[in-house]
């Protein structure tokens, strides 16, 4: 894992690691989606009695315990309310696919945060979202390449450059040429 | 200090606090540029044969170009400069700069800025505080000083700033509580530290204790260059020689045997002045280089450190 970190080449795509409870944090703030709760958990479990609290965010009815629930529909907004509670000393601990994972990432930083207090797990799945350069469209889970932009239809070589703002990596078309070309399908990493 | 001098005239000079003299500098031909909060300037102070180069906050609006004014606090174990600006400058004096730098700007995306000031160390934030107030920022300013000594503007800050100001006199017994002044503050507060190592030290101390975020912490040193052991430097490009003093740092010799060496901070912060290594133990003595480019003895900021040894071979 560590020897294919340090070949990439693509400086704008994270480097993830490990994550271990910060001990000195007052505070501890456990944020996932339904993808990475099985990580949350375990993380909650290990981290230090302080004062802590955690959420899921989705549409889910069986929660593990201490964990509350955010529905989905407007979530950014909601947890943004949520965090205004917090002293400036709190670690926050996030779980979940890699869109969702800087997607809270913003609004943390967004209320004021510093990224060294903010947490990101190794995203729990493959799957992408993917910004499309040609009608900047989002196609979210995207685990192959080529794939189907869902805004223009077209097929797009799903690039290793990440965009932090879009929590998105980059598509451009593959078949420009010809687009009767359809080259054979791959897994993303 | 690199590039091109301002030729400058002192207008005015005054004493703003026992131990710390204020001088406005007007300029003597163009106008004088513009300037961002947190700037500084070189001062270059010709002393017969010596020259002294000082960096000092500039205290003016930096909206206002008509003069630039800078504070100098008489250094106890001054290397000659802050006692050349006290005693042999006044109003007519003709002095050059450096174009304004800035190596402490404050952090826009700042929900709150906490100011912390040690003595002197109130100057820079003097720029600071003009382009807060116009952008309705939320702000305090928080002066430690010792009225004995240092304790610039209190006065006029008090009346400018009103319930934003916070003063601690250590000679009437006030002390800055920083812990719980940081532990008190709201997510998206910034703290900008100018002052003694001291005072830097128990910020961070703190904010690793309490685990706040360290990169809501901007510092600027203002420490002039340490003595040392004498030491030889030979410039193997140019196959000179010279001896570095104990008194001055291998950057000002070098400049004495007009030597340029481009340079800002003149305290080993900012890293202009890196430069090559080929052999001779070095005492680093910055704050820029990390860790495995100081134990390569490769290079070194000659602003601040010096030769380990009797002798350098620098890569100049």
């Known amino acids: ?189 | 200090m690199s590039g091109s001098y301002i030729e400058v005239q002192v207008e005015q000079c005054r004493q703003v606090a026992p131990a710390i003299k204020e001088f406005a500098l007007k300029a003597l031909d163009a106008p004088l540029p513009a300037f961002s909060p947190g700037s500084h300037v070189v001062v270059e102070m010709r002393d017969g044969q010596k020259t002294y180069r000082n960096p000092y906050s500039l205290l003016s609006d930096p909206r206002d170009p008509s003069a630039y004014r800078i504070a100098v606090r008489l250094q106890e174990q001054s290397r000659g400069g802050s006692r050349f600006m006290h005693e042999r400058i006044a109003e007519g004096s003709r002095l050059r700069i450096s174009p304004p730098a800035n190596l402490f700007a404050p952090d826009w995306r700042a929900r709150k800025h906490i100011l912390l000031a040690g003595g002197v160390g109130i100057t820079p934030f003097m720029s600071y505080l003009p382009e807060l107030q116009r952008r309705n920022a939320d702000f305090e300013l928080h002066h430690l000083f010792r009225s004995s000594r240092t304790g610039a503007y209190d006065a006029d800050l008090r009346q400018r700033l009103d319930g934003r100001y916070f003063a601690y006199d250590s000679a009437r017994d006030k002390r800055c509580p920083v812990a719980e002044l940081m532990a008190a503050q709201s997510p998206g507060t910034h703290i900008y530290i100018c002052g003694p190592q001291s005072l830097i030290d128990a910020v961070y101390a703190n904010a690793a204790q309490i685990g706040w975020p360290q990169e809501h912490i901007h510092v600027e040193a203002f420490a002039a260059p340490e003595p040392g052991e004498p030491f030889e430097a030979v410039l193997c490009k140019s196959g000179k020689t010279i001896q570095v003093g104990a008194e001055e740092s291998l950057l000002e010799a070098l400049e004495r045997e007009h030597i340029e060496v481009p340079n800002l901070c003149r305290g080993g912060v900012c890293g202009q002045c890196v430069t090559g290594v080929r052999d001779g133990a070095i005492e680093h003595r910055d704050h820029f280089l990390s860790e495995r480019e100081k134990s390569s003895g490769q290079c070194l900021m000659p602003c601040v450190s010096r030769a380990k040894g009797p002798k350098l071979e620098l890569e100049i």
């Not at chain 1, 964990?67 to 309310?81: F, M, T």
């Not at chain 1, 943390?108 to 990224?115: D, E, N, R």
């Open chain 1, 1 to 189: 894992m560590n020897d294919a970190v340090a070949s990439y080449t693509v400086k704008s795509r994270p480097d993830y690691h490990e994550v271990a409870p910060d001990q000195t944090a007052q505070c501890h703030v456990f944020i996932t989606d339904s993808a990475g709760l099985a990580q949350s958990e375990a993380l909650c479990q290990a981290s230090p009695v302080a004062k802590k609290q955690a959420w899921h965010i989705g549409d889910s009815d069986t929660l593990p315990a201490g964990y509350e629930a955010i529905q989905s529909g407007d979530w950014q907004a909601v947890l943004g309310e949520q965090l205004s509670g917090f002293g400036i000393a709190t670690a926050f601990y996030v779980s979940g696919l890699e869109a969702f994972l800087w997607q809270v990432h913003g609004v943390l930083t967004k209320a004021g945060f510093a990224p060294s207090q903010i947490h990101l797990e190794p995203p729990a799945g493959n799957q992408r979202d993917v910004f499309c350069t040609h009608c900047y469209h989002i196609t979210p889970d995207v685990s192959t390449t080529p794939a189907r932009c869902a805004g223009c239809g077209r097929l797009l070589l799903v690039r290793d450059h990440f965009s932090r703002l879009h929590c998105a990596y980059v598509g451009v078309q593959i078949n420009a040429e010809d687009p009767a070309e359809v080259p054979p399908t791959e897994e993303l990493s």
